[in-house]
């Protein structure tokens, strides 16, 4: 193979960059007892009969000698909860293991919680790799569990979400060649599903005597109270509903809300009634959404929301910040 001779180190490690990976954190003891800890991204399987592993590290790094010298070490497969866990790790420093709780393992490497995937290694091979030592464990013991992992691409993390096998159809049969609405416009799919996920609160809402209307409001004084009623409109315009004064007289009658100031320009406050009810509609609203990340998996449901938000914030108006201080 010729080699060759404009060879860009930067372009290179872009190009490896691409390459979607897991991330892991890599511990051993050091001969003093001092808990030793990287963040890797090397990690990959070898062999599973014997079951071995393998992960690098780099010739310049300061915990080398330990891990060289050493015959356990662990390889913790980080899941999405411990990506602050994965910045500690992978700075250095000497108080990385500070308040962390640890599991007791089959040797003294330190065993970490919480993670997606645990494997108990003994060295059974090191091979040189150029700028890094490849480090080769057979695995001793190993656990895993349904959270879903972190994953690392192009120098950001990422999260990884199942592809169905084959294509997710909703309708059964396709529409005619002569109709641009279809299934795959993201308006329709945003739609269709706000309106499937407040299914359960609508029934709610009937059992309470009240409306999506009502709804909004109460929602908004949950979250920000003592609001006049222009400052309302401020944070329910977006959803197309107007808050007038009939609005807020229905639910003072339904002693839901109460005037705080009856000046020119009255502020509402919720009653505890209107609490009662707003926080019945929250523990609805979080049992639908547990119950749909049990159906859909933990990764798919943060993915999930993590789009959405990128959604809003690209689309956003310029709305008002209604979890901002006063």
């Known amino acids: 193979m010729a080699v060759q001779s404009n060879f860009d180190p930067q372009a290179f490690r872009t190009a490896l960059g691409t390459f979607t990976t897991g991330v892991t954190i890599i511990t051993t003891q050091a001969e003093d007892g001092s808990p030793i800890g990287i963040t890797a991204n090397s990690f990959n399987s070898v062999s599973l009969n014997p079951p071995l592993v393998l992960w690098s590290l780099a010739k310049t790094a300061r915990s080398l000698p330990v891990f060289t010298s050493g015959k356990h070490w662990n390889v913790h497969v980080l899941s999405t909860e411990q990506e602050p866990l994965s910045g500690r790790f992978a700075?250095?420093?000497?108080?990385?293991?500070?308040?962390?709780?640890?599991?007791?393992?089959?040797?003294?490497?330190?065993?970490?919680?919480?993670?997606?995937?645990?494997?108990?290694?003994?060295?059974?091979?090191?091979?040189?790799?150029?700028?890094?030592?490849?480090?080769?464990?057979?695995?001793?013991a190993f656990d895993h569990s349904d959270r879903a992992p972190l994953a690392f691409q192009s120098g950001q993390y990422a999260l990884a979400t199942r592809k169905p096998r084959s294509e997710l159809r909703l309708a059964t049969t396709p529409p005619p060649p002569e109709c641009s609405y279809t299934e795959d416009l993201l308006g329709y799919l945003l739609g269709r599903a706000h309106y499937q996920l407040l299914d359960a609160l609508h029934r709610l809402l009937s059992n309470q005597q009240l409306d999506e209307h009502a709804f909004f409001i109460l929602s908004v004084l949950c979250i920000r109270d003592n609001l006049s009623l222009s400052e309302i409109n401020t944070f329910v315009s977006y959803t197309g509903h107007v808050v007038t004064l009939a609005s807020m007289r229905f639910l003072e009658k339904q002693n839901m809300v109460a005037v705080e100031d009856s000046s020119t320009d009255p502020r509402y406050v919720l009653t505890a009634n209107g609490r009662e009810a707003s926080v019945q509609q929250l523990a609805l609203a979080k049992a639908v959404e547990e119950d749909l990340a049990a159906k859909m998996g933990p990764g798919d449901a943060q993915a999930l929301k993590v789009l959405l938000k990128r959604l809003i914030s690209v689309s956003d108006p310029g709305l008002p910040d209604l979890w901002a201080p006063r």
């Not at 250095?92 to 997606?116: H, V, Y």
């Not at 645990?118 to 059974?124: E, H, I, S, V």
């Open 91 to 140: 700075m250095q420093g000497e108080n990385k293991f500070e308040q962390i709780q640890l599991d007791s393992g089959i040797s003294e490497a330190p065993l970490l919680q919480d993670c997606t995937a645990r494997f108990q290694c003994r060295t059974a091979f090191q091979y040189e790799g150029g700028d890094h030592v490849i480090f080769v464990g057979e695995v001793l």
